[in-house]
């Protein structure tokens, strides 16, 4: 295989993981509320994440793109799981 699959490859793992990592996260923001998780890291997060994905467009970097998409979905309903938590009590 050539370099750039590889490179390819390895940040479509990377990717892939850093992406699926925040599942738990979300998951538990669902089942138990996210008084345990500040929006300060959440909105720091979502930055982040919006300057990585500036960054794979300017690069056309398709892993790049479409991991930090996935990842600024997954935190952007954390966020919106987190405040309607909070709006509606824990028991839902």
């Given at each position: 295989?050539?370099?750039?699959?590889?490179v390819?490859?390895?940040?479509s793992c990377?990717?892939?993981?850093?992406?699926?990592a925040?599942?738990?996260q979300?998951?538990?923001?669902?089942k138990q509320?996210?008084?345990?998780?500040?929006?300060?890291?959440?909105f720091?997060?979502i930055?982040?994440?919006?300057?990585?994905?500036?960054?794979g467009?300017l690069?056309?970097?398709?892993?790049?793109?479409?991991?930090?998409?996935?990842t600024g979905?997954?935190?952007?309903?954390?966020l919106?799981?987190?405040r309607?938590?909070e709006?509606?009590?824990?028991?839902?």
């Amino acid at each position: 295989m050539s370099l750039q699959v590889w490179v390819t490859v390895v940040g479509s793992c990377a990717g892939f993981c850093t992406t699926v990592a925040f599942i738990p996260q979300v998951w538990r923001i669902w089942k138990q509320g996210g008084d345990d998780i500040s929006y300060a890291m959440l909105f720091i997060y979502i930055l982040g994440v919006m300057l990585w994905l500036t960054y794979g467009l300017l690069l056309h970097a398709q892993a790049i793109i479409l991991a930090n998409s996935a990842t600024g979905v997954l935190v952007l309903l954390a966020l919106v799981l987190k405040r309607w938590k909070e709006g509606h009590g824990q028991g839902v």
